[in-house]
């Protein structure tokens, strides 16, 4: 099939490259001329793990340009540009201005709608340029992104005519949904909200396990996943829910529910607590660290989760600004992220603990559950990813860890 990306994001790119590994003509659309240049170039912008292998191996099938002209040769176009929070509701100008440049180019090419929008949108989207609108939303997680496309639990189809986009995915073997846009617009922002709830829930319940000896929320989890009404993802105690994603639809749904009369209370609280629980860990490493005042503070891990290089929203950025606030003097290593304006970065992680009186783990990158222990010691070290092994470190505190 021919299909045109517009967008080339970590959704777009992503999506690019495995229809194009599948055998498809992918022609990949973006407005910006550098990120096309370097795409031309072999430089793949972003960092995720296999798209650079996958990019390389498909590349017979994937064009890049900036030229919308070549949205005229595809039988699909995919929008996959961001849906950003204006005044914390959805911004639908970049979802409008991509669906206007494919109005402009063909008259039977079918829209297909990958961003994150809400429902009602496919139908505006429609209105507008006179085209179907199919929607396919995404559930791929930053950092495992190309197997979460290849193999996805479900695949969410949306509208009427959908045969063709039926076919696209036909390769997952994955059950799929076909409903109606609505539906479908849904299915994605309840299904971030519900995880973005499950996330806050474990994070409760590891500050309750902090108060109770001989109590540990990874046990605890455990405990609960098995049940299989629960199951076992998405309950890793830590600095709380952060990324691209999360935060901004669970506050565009919310708001968007409101206008319609509706109070999600549920997603509110799971938003508020979320926020709060940065100034909570952030007073907990100063009272138990007797102030960070004038103390040197080394961060690791900065971007939002491990395996990527993203820092939008990034939990780790709001607790560093929270312990600069105590008088702490930061600094961090991540793996991949090695330029801030905001912090110094040291290079190597061992430098960056050695020069710290506080170590504080935020993102879970497996190198961190490496770390030496001779390098650790002496340090008050506050394990907020539970990347550590308890028994291996003197931790003066992991998330959700009674102690005894
Ligand atoms: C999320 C969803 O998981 C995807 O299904 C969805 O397609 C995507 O948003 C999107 O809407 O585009 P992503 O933001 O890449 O994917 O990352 P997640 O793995 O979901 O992690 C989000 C945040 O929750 C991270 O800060 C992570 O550290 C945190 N998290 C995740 C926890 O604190 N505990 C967990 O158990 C899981």
Redesign the pocket.
């Known amino acids: 099939m021919k299909i045109a990306i517009i967008g080339l994001g970590y ?1 777009g790119l992503v999506t690019a490259a495995v229809l194009a590994s599948q055998g498809n003509q992918v022609i990949g659309i973006d407005i910006d001329k550098k990120k096309i240049e370097s795409l031309l170039n072999g430089n793949i912008p972003i960092f995720e793990p296999g798209l650079e292998e996958k990019i390389k191996c498909s590349a017979s099938n994937l064009e890049f340009t900036d030229n919308f002209d070549h949205i005229r040769d595809a039988t699909l176009a995919y929008i996959c540009v961001p849906t950003p929070n204006f005044n914390g509701k959805m911004d639908l100008k970049y979802v409008l201005s991509a669906s206007e440049e494919i109005r402009k180019r063909s008259k039977e090419i079918t829209i297909v709608i990958k961003s ?1 929008v809400l429902p009602g949108t496919a139908k505006k989207v429609s209105e507008v340029t006179g085209l179907t609108v199919i929607s396919n939303p ?6 495992s992104a190309i197997s ?1 496309t290849e193999k996805p639990d479900r695949v969410v189809i949306g509208g009427f005519s959908t045969k063709l986009v039926q076919q696209l995915w036909s390769f997952t073997k994955a059950p799929m949904i076909v409903t109606s846009n609505e539906n479908a617009e849904l299915i ?1 922002y309840a ?2 909200s519900f ?1 973005a709830v ?2 806050s829930f ?2 409760q319940i590891a500050d309750l396990c902090e108060t109770i000896p001989n109590t540990d929320v990874n046990e605890v989890a455990i405990g609960m996943g098995l049940d299989k009404r629960i199951g076992k ?14 935060p901004k ?1 669970t506050v565009a749904i919310s708001s968007y529910a409101q206008e319609r009369g509706v109070e999600l209370t549920i997603v509110k609280s799971a938003i508020n607590y979320n926020d709060q629980r940065i100034r909570d860990l952030a007073r907990k490493v100063n009272d138990l660290s007797d102030s960070v005042n004038g103390k040197s503070v080394c961060v690791l891990g900065l971007s ?2 491990d395996n ?1 290089d993203d820092i939008r929203e990034s ?1 780790s950025l709001l607790l560093m600004k929270e312990l600069e606030m105590y008088g702490a003097k930061v600094i961090a290593y991540d793996p991949i992220v090695n330029n801030l304006k905001s912090v110094k970065i040291c290079k190597n992680m061992d430098e960056c603990i050695k020069k710290s009186e506080i170590v504080i783990t935020s ?2 990158w497996s190198e961190f559950s490496q770390i030496n222990k001779d390098i650790l010691k002496g340090k008050m070290v506050f394990d907020l990813r539970r990347v550590l092994e308890p028994k291996d470190f003197k931790i003066v505190m992991g998330v959700g860890n009674g102690k005894n």
């Open positions: 959704v994150t995404e559930f791929t997680r930053e950092g979460d994605k299904s971030n995880l499950k996330i474990i994070n993802d998405f309950l890793k105690a830590g600095l709380g829910y952060g990324g691209s994603c999360f639809d939002f989760k990527t939990r993102t879970e």
